[in-house]
T-cell receptor
Framework: AQSVTQPDIHITVSEGASLELRCNYS??????LFWYVQSPGQGLQLLLK??????LVQGIKGFEAEFKRSQSSFNLRKPSVHWSDAAEYFC??????????????FGQGTILTVHP | AAGVIQSPRHLIKEKRETATLKCYPI?????VYWYQQGPGQDPQFLIS???????DKGSIPDRFSAQQFSDYHSELNMSSLELGDSALYFC???????????????FGPGTRLTVL
């Protein structure tokens, strides 16, 4: 069964600092990988996705992520964090096999706090 | 562009009552997914439908049932509500499997259910 691990429950950075959120997945086939952001009490907004091709993917709001198959990782990065980036971030893997097509398995989430 | 619509956005019920959540997918999307996100938790897959048939089932309690109608909208029916059912319920829609590649899910804003 697929699984997603986000090792960091809570990360605090200063505004303007760089950011890296870790994500490791366990999946037997080609992974379809996603990063979502969620503000308190709000819905899920897709930041970026990886299906195939270039392993460095660009997303919205200046985020990028790199897929490393050898490490089963899909870490999210941003070179300079803004106070508005404070939110919870979820990594997810999509399953595409048989009748279980499409469902997403989410990681536990990483809460990002940004200090001024 | 049209998005996924969920109604109601907020719902307050008493224990042992019944609740019905509705989801209207993006036009031409034939697949609907339901997720439950408890307080401080990651979203958990409940159930999905493809072309009006149940396609996959996750950790959905027996007290819950769901269906997809001829116009592709979906309803999640929850009976004998318990305090632990209080959560944010997301619906997502996508194009179903076309035998070529994974099709991205688009999330609705969610329905916040509070059970008192």
């Amino acid at each position: 069964a697929q699984s997603v691990t986000q090792p960091d429950i809570h990360i605090t950075v200063s505004e303007g600092a760089s950011l890296e959120l870790r994500c490791n997945y366990s999946y037997g086939a080609t992974p379809y990988l996603f990063w979502y952001v969620q503000s308190p009490g709000q819905g899920l907004q897709l930041l970026l996705k990886y299906f195939s091709g270039d392993t460095l993917v660009q997303g919205i709001k200046g985020f990028e992520a790199e897929f490393k198959r050898s490490q089963s990782s899909f870490n999210l990065r941003k070179p300079s964090v803004h106070w508005s980036d404070a939110a919870e971030y979820f990594c997810a893997v999509g399953y595409a096999g048989g009748t279980s097509y499409g469902k997403l398995t989410f990681g536990q989430g990483t809460i990002l706090t940004v200090h001024p | 562009a049209a998005g996924v619509i969920q109604s109601p956005r907020h719902l307050i019920k008493e224990k042992r009552e019944t609740a019905t959540l509705k989801c209207y997918p993006i036009p031409r999307h034939d697949t609907v997914y339901w997720y439950q996100q408890g307080p401080g938790q990651d979203p958990q897959f409940l159930i999905s439908f493809y072309e009006k048939m149940q396609s996959d089932k996750g950790s959905i309690p027996d007290r819950f049932s769901a269906q997809q109608f001829s116009d592709y909208h979906s309803e999640l029916n929850m009976s004998s509500l318990e305090l632990g059912d209080s959560a944010l319920y997301f619906c997502a829609s996508s194009l179903g499997w076309r035998g070529s590649s994974y099709n991205e899910q688009f999330f609705g804003p969610g329905t916040r259910l509070t059970v008192l």
